[in-house]
C-alpha cells in the first residue's frame, strides 16, 4: 500500500497582531467547544474545507511557529499531510478580517512513498481577502499541451 503526502514550507510574516490573531483562531478551530468568537465563527462559516476538516477530526494546517516569533512558519514537518484548502481558507479569513490587501503565496508538493502515476505533481495557490487562486502542475501541463496542439507553439 501506499502512502500520499503533501509537502509545504513557508513563512508569513505580518504584524504581531494579525499573528496573534492567527494563533487565537487556530486554538479556536481545534477547541471542540467553539467558544463564542464572532470574528473567528464568521471565518469558519465562510470556509468549507475548515468546517469539513474539523468535522472530520482532521484539520492539519502544518503550523510550526510560536507566538514570539512575528512570523507564522507552514510546514509538513510534524504531519505527513496538510489540508492546502482549508489551509488557503484559513489564510484568507484572516487576510479579509483584517482588510490586508497583501497576498500570501506558497507553493506545495504532492508525492508519495511508492512510484505512482497519480501521485507526483504540485502546485501553487495565492491567497487573498477576496480569495483564493488555485495552480496546479497537472492543469498547467494539460492546458499547455492542449495550446501546443492546437496552436503549433507555446
Not at 46 to 74: K, Q, T, V, Y
Not at 102 to 107: L, Q, R, S, T
Amino acid at each position: 500500500m501506499a502512502d500520499y503526502y503533501t509537502h509545504i514550507s513557508f513563512v508569513w510574516e505580518d504584524e504581531p497582531k494579525v499573528i496573534n490573531f492567527a494563533f487565537d483562531f487556530l486554538d479556536w478551530l481545534l477547541d471542540k467547544n467553539h467558544e463564542n468568537n464572532i470574528d473567528f465563527q464568521k471565518i469558519f462559516d465562510a470556509s468549507p474545507a475548515l468546517r469539513n476538516a474539523i468535522e472530520d477530526d482532521a484539520l492539519s494546517l502544518g503550523l510550526e511557529s510560536d507566538r514570539e516569533g512575528g512570523e507564522l512558519w507552514f510546514t509538513d514537518y510534524q504531519c505527513e499531510h496538510v489540508d492546502i484548502e482549508a489551509l488557503a481558507e484559513f489564510i484568507c479569513g484572516i487576510l479579509e478580517h483584517f482588510d490586508i490587501d497583501e497576498p500570501v503565496a506558497f507553493e506545495y508538493a504532492n508525492t508519495c512513498s511508492k512510484p505512482r502515476l497519480d501521485a507526483y505533481g504540485g502546485g501553487a495557490i495565492i491567497c487573498h481577502k477576496t480569495g483564493a487562486k488555485y495552480c496546479n502542475s497537472y492543469d498547467f501541463i494539460r492546458k499547455t499541451v492542449g495550446h501546443i496542439k492546437e496552436h503549433g507553439s507555446i
